[in-house]
């Protein structure tokens, strides 16, 4: 109804000029009270609404580690702290309801004050003969009729400012990620180098970034272990490299050029990417390993699997590859689950294949294959970038990357680095890595 409005107005002015003013200066008071209510409830609002992310991000958080929080007996503890922010959420929605509820009282009190202004004044230019009563009784409900839109606009004001934080909250989302895909031209894949340059990075909104200036080159065939003890930054560093984490200063590049020149389902040609936090997806073994993409070939697939050693466990159940696994891998094992990770990552032969403690679940037959699966992936051209707390995960790299607290310390072949790091009593023997190195507080990670 509100774009009625100026029609309405318009009429009662043609009633009588004087009505017309009274109530063209009560839509001005209105609408001077709507700005009111705009710049006090904005704040109000957004905290609600902060709450209110924060409140659903718990739940959903409780929700994948409920078998945790059981056997843990963490559910007092975590109820506690639900209640706690239920409360803060519930204070902040009561904060911006009432500011929004007390402008839509005040508003509505000017209008009933209008339409009674807009009958007084009707009925002392019908005593000057100026209007007929019937004049009178249709400008007051032209009135009321033309301001009523205004006053429902106000009892909704904390949805409309909502709605409008949340859509610049989408445009600056989608303005980052914005490609000119007309005007674009596809880089083909890398296949010869990565380079890091002075890359500082970590999550948005921190004031210290988590790693700092991080500079190194690999070529393809490379393996690259990082170590340092926990809280050094190299799960940050794995996101970087495979452009989950945009740096905050500095340039990942892939044969000379960024990687945001790539876009995403071009970038996933060339990465793969087992996190620490691994998911599977809700799907059978085949989808998760291709990523769930519809033009797949099964010879791929099985490939994947075979160079994660997968293939021979895959096919001993009851479906093989089209077992369902269920929501996050719950029909599955810890073990399996990150076998199939593996494969996951391998899939597509990717020129960039970062393993972010590719062994925490897995057995003895489960770490051989681990280690065959890089040595396979190096020989075929490709970098693999392994960070794991068990050295053994670490046997078949070339050069080691050490951090400490977000700085890297030492970069170079394997030999030479772990003697920097390592005092004599502690120098491995020669071959592969067996054994944990405490030196590290936490171990090789």
């Given at each position: 109804?509100?774009?009625?409005?100026?029609?309405?107005?318009?009429?009662?002015?043609?009633?009588?000029?004087?009505?017309?003013?009274?109530?063209?200066?009560?839509?001005?008071?209105?609408f001077v009270l709507i700005l009111l209510?705009?710049?006090?409830?904005?704040?109000?609002?957004?905290?609600?609404?902060?709450?209110?992310?924060?409140?659903?991000?718990?739940?959903?958080?409780?929700q994948r580690n409920s078998e945790a929080i059981a056997a843990m007996g963490m559910q007092p503890a975590l109820s506690s702290n639900?209640?706690?922010?239920?409360?803060?959420?519930?204070?902040?929605?009561?904060?911006?309801?009432?500011?929004s509820g007390l402008f839509g009282t005040i508003i509505k009190t000017v209008r009933f004050v209008l339409q009674s202004a807009v009958l007084g004044v009707g009925a002392w230019l019908a005593i000057q003969q100026e209007i007929t009563p019937g004049v009178m009784i249709a400008a007051s409900i032209m009135t009321s009729r033309a301001l009523a839109p205004i006053e429902q606009a106000v009892a909704q004001w904390r949805g409309f400012v909502g709605f409008r934080q949340a859509l610049k909250r989408l445009r600056e989302g989608l303005a980052v990620a914005q490609r000119d895909d007309e005007q674009k031209l596809d880089l083909p894949l890398p296949?010869?180098?990565?380079?890091?340059?002075?890359?500082?990075?970590?999550?948005?909104?921190?004031?210290?970034?988590?790693?700092?200036?991080?500079?190194?080159?690999?070529?393809?065939?490379?393996?690259?272990?990082?170590?340092?003890?926990?809280?050094?930054?190299?799960?940050?560093?794995?996101?970087?490299?495979?452009?989950?984490l945009a740096p905050l200063k500095g340039h990942v590049r892939f044969d000379g050029a960024e990687i945001g020149?790539?876009?995403?389902?071009?970038r996933g040609a060339f990465v793969g990417y087992l996190p620490q936090d691994l998911q599977l997806f809700d799907g059978t073994i085949a989808d998760n390993i291709a990523r769930f993409r519809q033009d797949v070939e099964a010879d791929t697939v099985i490939e994947a699997a075979k160079r994660a050693?997968?293939?021979?466990?895959?096919?001993?159940?009851?479906?093989?590859?089209?077992?369902?696994?269920?929501?996050?891998?719950?029909?599955?094992?810890?073990?399996?689950?990150?076998?199939?990770?593996?494969?996951?990552?391998?899939?597509?032969?990717?020129?960039?294949?970062?393993?972010?403690?590719?062994?925490?679940?897995?057995?003895s037959v489960g770490e051989a294959a681990l280690t065959n699966s890089i040595k396979v992936m190096r020989d075929h051209g490709s970098i693999v970038v392994v960070i794991a707390h068990r050295p053994s995960a670490i046997a078949t790299v070339n050069k080691i990357l050490c951090?400490?607290?977000?700085?890297?310390?030492?970069?170079?072949?394997?030999?030479?680095?772990?003697?920097?790091?390592?005092?004599?009593?502690?120098?491995?023997?020669?071959?592969?890595?067996?054994?944990?190195?405490?030196?590290?507080?936490?171990g090789v990670a």
């Open positions: 109804d509100l774009p009625w409005l100026p029609l309405y107005l318009g009429i009662v002015f043609l009633f009588h000029p004087l009505l017309g003013f009274v109530g063209l200066g009560g839509a001005v008071v209105i209510n705009e710049v006090m409830s904005r704040a109000p609002v957004a905290e609600s609404n902060r709450e209110a992310a924060s409140r659903s991000a718990n739940v959903e958080i409780g639900w209640t706690a922010r239920n409360a803060d959420y519930l204070a902040t929605l009561l904060r911006s309801t009432d500011r296949k010869k180098q990565l380079d890091l340059e002075a890359v500082f990075c970590g999550p948005y909104g921190e004031a210290t970034p988590f790693v700092q200036g991080i500079t190194l080159s690999l070529e393809a065939g490379d393996g690259l272990g990082i170590i340092g003890p926990s809280g050094s930054g190299k799960s940050t560093l794995a996101r970087a490299l495979v452009g989950a020149q790539w876009d995403d389902d071009r050693d997968v293939h021979d466990l895959i096919v001993s159940l009851p479906d093989g590859y089209n077992t369902l696994i269920g929501r996050g891998g719950r029909n599955l094992s810890a073990g399996q689950r990150q076998r199939i990770a593996l494969a996951r990552a391998l899939y597509g032969n990717p020129f960039l294949i970062v393993l972010d403690e590719p062994n925490s679940n897995l057995d951090l400490k607290d977000g700085k890297q310390t030492a970069f170079g072949p394997k030999d030479e680095v772990l003697k920097q790091v390592l005092t004599p009593a502690q120098t491995p023997p020669p071959g592969p890595v067996q054994v944990p190195i405490p030196s590290l507080q936490g």
